[in-house]
């Protein structure tokens, strides 16, 4: 802890020192009295304050123009607290951390940016850093980042730099973390285009403190403070977000903003084991927003503890973002490339899906029916009948899947398993009151959904950008052959 204490102690000593230069530097000029009241007491400061001023300006006067010119720079950006203390310290001959520092055009060139904190510590690495490098400082105490972004091109000045070491913080305590990162990104950009090494303080202390830990860089340090602000109860940290990898919580700050969002995908993350890129892939797709969306009838078909858990199951759009489909598809090419991309399609149905067959035939009465892609769900213990639409929700599909499920209930079904279910995937299913009047008698349970390849017509535009391409997705993917070959 010993850098850490030495700074606590320089700034909690800091207040204390400067009431002694205070004393020491105030000028020689005997009082008249002490004064009985405000106004009087205003005066004489004001006196004294007009006397420091001219010894100043005739002390500034003498410089050379290089000094004269850096005093004007102060004079103009320490304000009405710090120009005052300079002023006295430079009358009295005091050296402080805006001295004129005359660079030795052999040695690298240093720049402080900070506040008071940095203040305090200014001369102590001039003083450390003699002979080594030319240490100057920002003229100013810099204050919050919003000052920063107000001021930066004032406090580089038009010298070139070396090493840039700055530090904000205690002026952006009540500084939404959003708005902190934000402008610290825009501030350390800035700094990076003079081709200086920008040098984060909070993180050299960190890292000395702890030098068998890693992990102490400027944005983990940022996520740790967004994370801190993120989830300030205690048990949500212990029973979800502490129990998931830094890098996926790091995910959910970066990308969600909402609170209820962010604990969903945490408990899907826990509950589906998640990688970081998964998880990623879920947070673009919006699979908050679809999971349980499709129409059902499973409140009247399966008991209550099934269809609440086949509810979760379904999605309301599918998005197949993966797909090439020409204007002229037909459902066998959606098919087969449904299956062509296997590996895209079942992320995207869920965890929890086998895929059993496709081009499934059904035998009834001498007829052949052809399912068109068969599914077993491992933790509903069913199977899963997927018919493939092309167009709009039309009654009739219903009706359909209904006798589907019927014959797969019969013919394929184990004594063990639940009852099957069925899921439409229409182009369009908008017409949600024919779905639900279509679903309202039929006894199985049947599930109609919209399926898209448009995923970025939904999505916010600031997520455009994070989708992987066709071809992106393509080179991962592999054929899969139909269970009649």
Not at 46 to 59: G, H, M, P, T
Not at 124 to 145: D, E
Not at 241 to 270: C, F, M, S
Request: aromatic fraction near 8%; include cysteine.
């Amino acid at each position: 802890m010993k850098p850490i204490l030495t700074l606590l102690t320089a700034l909690l000593l800091a207040p204390l020192a400067a009431l002694h230069a205070d004393d020491a530097t105030k000028p020689n000029v005997p009082p008249k009295g002490e004064p009985t009241n405000a106004t009087e007491a205003a005066g004489q400061k004001a006196k004294a304050d007009a006397i420091i001023d001219e010894r100043y300006q005739a002390l500034v006067a003498k410089m050379p123009p290089d000094q004269q010119a850096w005093e004007r720079v102060l004079q103009e950006n320490l304000g009405g607290f710090y120009l005052p203390h300079h002023k006295r310290e430079k009358v009295a001959g005091a050296s402080n951390a805006w001295d004129f520092v005359q660079d030795d055009p052999k040695l690298p060139r240093v720049l402080l940016i900070g506040d008071s904190v940095s203040r305090g510590y200014t001369q102590a690495v001039r003083k450390a850093l003699a002979g080594k490098a030319n240490v100057h400082r920002a003229p100013a105490n810099c204050g919050p980042t919003a000052t920063g972004l107000k001021k930066i091109d004032v406090w580089l000045g038009d010298g070139k730099w070396d090493v840039i070491h700055f530090n904000f913080g205690i002026h952006d305590r009540a500084t939404p973390i959003s708005d902190y990162t934000q402008r610290l990104e825009q501030l350390i950009e800035r700094m990076k285009q003079t081709g200086a090494k920008v040098v984060d303080r909070l993180s050299i202390d960190l890292r000395a403190e702890f030098p068998e830990m890693g992990g102490f860089s400027r944005s983990n340090l940022l996520y740790m403070r967004a994370f801190a602000e993120a989830y300030r109860d205690e048990q949500i940290v212990q029973q979800l977000v502490g129990q998931i990898p830094w890098g996926h919580n790091v995910v959910l700050l970066t990308r969600i903003k909402n609170p209820a969002d962010r604990e969903w995908y945490a408990r899907k993350t826990i509950e589906h084991g998640w990688s970081r890129a998964v998880l990623t892939l879920q947070i673009e797709s919006r699979a908050h927003a679809r999971t349980g969306r499709a129409i059902t009838n499973f409140d009247r078909t399966l008991p209550p503890e099934q269809s609440d858990l086949a509810r979760e199951v379904l999605k309301d759009p599918y998005t197949f973002d993966f797909l090439t489909l020409a204007d002229d598809a037909i459902e066998r090419d959606l098919e087969q490339q449904l299956l062509t991309h296997i590996e895209k399609f079942l992320l995207e149905l869920g965890v929890g899906f086998a895929f059993v067959g496709r081009q499934v035939r059904l035998d009834v009465d001498g007829d052949e029916f052809v399912i068109d892609l068969l599914f077993y769900h491992l933790k509903l213990r069913c199977y899963f009948v997927i018919d493939l639409k092309m167009k709009r929700f039309r009654p009739e599909d219903a009706g359909q899947m209904s006798f589907y499920l019927t014959v797969v209930d019969e013919q394929l079904r184990h004594p063990d398993d639940q009852p099957s279910i069925g899921l439409l995937l229409c182009k369009d299913s908008k017409n949600r009151v024919t779905v639900e009047y279509a679903l309202r008698n039929i006894k199985q349970p049947i599930g109609v959904a919209e399926w898209t390849t448009q995923l970025v017509n939904s999505l916010p535009q600031e997520l455009e950008r994070s989708l992987p391409s066709v071809a992106e997705l393509e080179r991962q993917l592999s054929d899969v052959p139909s269970s009649s070959d």
